[in-house]
């Protein structure tokens, strides 16, 4: 069965802080798609990253990176210099197997940025 | 904008009654998905349509159903509602699957009461 687990239920930081949130994912398919996406507070959902499970080189978009490792089965988000329009729920997903269209979401993690 | 609409954006209605929720792709995504938000089953996904087929199948209840249109619109009908169905719908679209960039519409509110 696949599962995503995100440990962190909420994180606090003040601006300017770096903030790393972990997604450690289970499959037992050797081909798979990791995703992350941003819920603001106003409530709409951001789609930011997917990863194919071939591709384990990280990969940086500005102040936001991100850390596939396949040998721990986790896909870690950076947030570098945060910012307060950085507040939101971050949600890490997996999807694989017979359908690559089945997403299964993780629990989320609510990051709130203080000024 | 992502260019996703969805129609309407609240709904309150009683246990079991019954409600179509409607999600506008971007133009040229031929691919829609349905997920459901709730504060006890956190974020899910219900169901995808490709181009006017079902393509994939998530946790969708049996009372649920959906369907895209020729145009490809698609709409997700929820009946025999239950207190437990209050959520956040969210529809999204994308080109063909996940493999490209998948867009989400603002998200039906629906409560049951």
């Known amino acids: 069965a696949q599962k995503v687990t995100q440990a962190q239920t909420e994180i606090s930081v003040v601006e300017k802080e770096d903030v790393t949130l972990d997604c450690v994912y289970e499959t037992r398919?050797?081909?798979?798609?990791?995703?992350?996406?941003?819920?603001?507070?106003?409530?709409?959902?951001?789609?930011?990253?997917?990863?194919?499970?071939?591709?384990?080189?990280?990969?940086?978009?500005?102040?936001?990176?991100?850390?596939?490792?396949?040998?721990?089965?986790?896909?870690?988000?950076?947030?570098?210099?945060?910012?307060?329009?950085d507040s939101a729920v971050y949600f890490c997903a997996l999807s694989g197997g017979t359908s690559y269209d089945k997403v299964i979401f993780g629990p989320g993690t609510s990051l709130s940025v203080i000024p | 904008d992502s260019g996703v609409t969805q129609t309407p954006k609240h709904l309150i209605t009683a246990t079991g009654q019954r409600v179509t929720l409607r999600c506008s792709p971007r133009s040229g995504d031929l691919s829609v998905y349905w997920y459901q938000q709730s504060l006890d089953q956190g974020l899910q996904f219900l169901i995808q349509y490709y181009n006017g087929e079902e393509r994939a199948k998530g946790n969708i209840l049996e009372r649920f159903s959906a369907q895209q249109f020729p145009d490809l619109h698609s709409e997700l009908n929820l009946s025999s509602l239950e207190l437990g169905d209050s959520a956040l719908y969210f529809c999204a679209s994308s080109e063909r699957g996940l493999q490209e960039t998948q867009y989400f519409g603002p998200g039906t509110r629906l409560l049951v009461l």
């Open chain 1, 29 to 85: 398919d050797t081909t798979y798609y990791l995703f992350w996406y941003k819920q603001p507070p106003s409530g709409e959902l951001v789609f930011l990253i997917r990863r194919n499970s071939f591709d384990e080189q990280n990969e940086i978009s500005g102040r936001y990176s991100w850390n596939f490792q396949k040998s721990t089965s986790s896909f870690n988000f950076t947030i570098t210099a945060s910012q307060v329009v």
